[in-house]
């Protein structure tokens, strides 16, 4: 029975790739970890049909190491869902005097599709809450046209949003670097204020919310406690639904990386 479920297992995450790869191009960052889920699976439910065939030619620590592996790794990828998912506020908070938009990538032919859904929420909040400002954070990698962050702004401003609710922040390269960067353009804005902002923060402390895609928010708001923004508002933009289980499976494993990393 164990091995038929690991071997429908397996097919899951071949079909899965197969999908991702057809919807979203076979360069899709990550994709191939499907392959390896599928072969990884396959792999086990081998080893156990060959101990149940050959008992006696087989080692038996071979398929209880890796129904073990197996069973250990599917434990941690769903433990990292839900403190993904546990943790997406239903409802962005009002008034907050800056917002850190997180950027993605910029293809050649514009933005992509999980970026305009967090441009898009950036927008709804910034007609919303007009006294708010965006930090638009994502600099420009080896293969995009221009920097996140103005490609960003491009949109923003498409969709009515003023510019003097902007400020681009594009060095960043990593979600620790746009937490860095834009804490720096805060500090820097916020001394250049009016004297009825400052006479705000006297009254209350400065109030930073950070949005990106639901499944992104609980690692970016763990990099921004570890540098300081232990109070900073998590807004959750929506993402695609074909590819929300690939983009949570990949921020699961991302969220070790950093924690071995030190980042959170």
């Not at 995450?13 to 599928?38: D, E, K, M, Q, R």
């Not at 993605?104 to 910034?126: M, Q």
């Not at 600099?139 to 491009?154: F, I, K, N, R």
Request: one cysteine or more; charged letters at 20%; glycine letters at 8%.
């Amino acid at each position: 029975m164990l091995a038929w479920i690991l071997t429908i297992g397996a097919g899951i995450c071949l079909i899965y790739y197969i999908g991702v790869v057809l919807y979203a191009g076979i360069g899709t960052a990550f994709s191939a970890v499907w392959l390896f889920f599928a072969g990884f699976l396959a792999l086990t439910a081998t080893g156990i049909r060959l101990y149940q065939r050959t008992p006696d030619r087989t080692f038996l620590w071979i398929p209880v190491s890796m129904v073990t592996l197996c069973a250990t790794g599917i434990l941690i990828l769903l433990v990292m869902q839900i403190l993904i998912f546990s943790r997406v506020p239903a409802v962005a908070e009002p008034g907050l005097d800056y917002v850190i938009v997180l950027g993605t990538a910029v293809k050649p032919e514009g933005i992509s599709k999980t970026l305009k859904l967090r441009l898009d929420k950036a927008g709804e909040y910034a007609l919303q809450n007009p006294e708010s400002v965006l930090i638009l954070s994502g600099g420009q990698g080896a293969d995009e046209p221009q920097s996140e962050a103005s490609a960003m702004e491009e949109y923003l401003v498409s969709i009515g949003i003023p510019k003097r609710q902007l400020i681009q922040e594009n060095r960043s390269t990593s979600t620790v670097e746009n937490i860095v960067y834009s804490q720096e353009l805060i500090n820097q804005d916020r001394k250049m204020r009016g004297e009825a902002f400052q006479r705000r923060l006297q009254i209350r402390p400065i109030r930073i919310g950070i949005l990106t895609s639901n499944f992104h928010l609980f690692r970016a708001r763990m990099i921004a406690q570890k540098r300081g923004l232990t109070d900073a508002w998590g807004i959750a933009a929506p993402s695609d639904r074909v590819l929300l289980v690939h983009y949570s499976i990949r921020d699961g494993i991302a969220i070790l990386k950093e924690r071995l990393m030190g980042n959170i």
